[in-house]
């Protein structure tokens, strides 16, 4: 008897104590260009702030680690696990502490896959991630609702913008350069200097 009674109060403190359950995104998109091509543009050095139009800048902290800057000012420090050539893969995670207001999660492993179709690209993103808030009841904003609604926009709008042949001009530093050069090349050219050449 006490041996069932023992066995019945962990079952029900087993299910009382719930905590988050791992979240998924699986997306893809097909890319109207060569999957070479599109391989280039996501496999790049902080890639991600020329074609995502979430994000506005990204810098390199080390070789493997980028800040990313999100266009409501928040940042994301991002580890690259691996970049696959071969398997035209990236893999990374978050790392450090993920600013809630960047995306609700405690933790995320994602990967980028281009995969050749015919002339054209197919480009796969996965993301397995949890809440922001790892207790049970989470306040709102930090429960599993709220985390697959961020991440799902983040990956389907990054997918969006590779489709879309995006360049993010805040990310493009010498944007600017090439604006201005455009309208004084002839100019230049004239006085014979190599600027804007």
Known sequence: MKWSLLLIGLMSANAWAHGPTPQKTDESIQVNAAADAVWKRISAPCALAQWHPQVTA???VSDKQQKITLKNGKHLLQEIDEVSAADMTVAYRLSGDIDLEALPVSSLNGKIKVVADGSNAKVVWTARYYRAFTGNEPPAGQDDESAKSAVDSFVKDGLQGLKDGRQNAAA????????????????????GTSVCA
């Open 58 to 60: 990204c810098e390199a």
């Open 172 to 191: 493009n530093s010498s944007g600017w350069r090439n604006k201005i050069c455009a309208h004084l090349r002839p100019l230049f050219k004239r006085m």
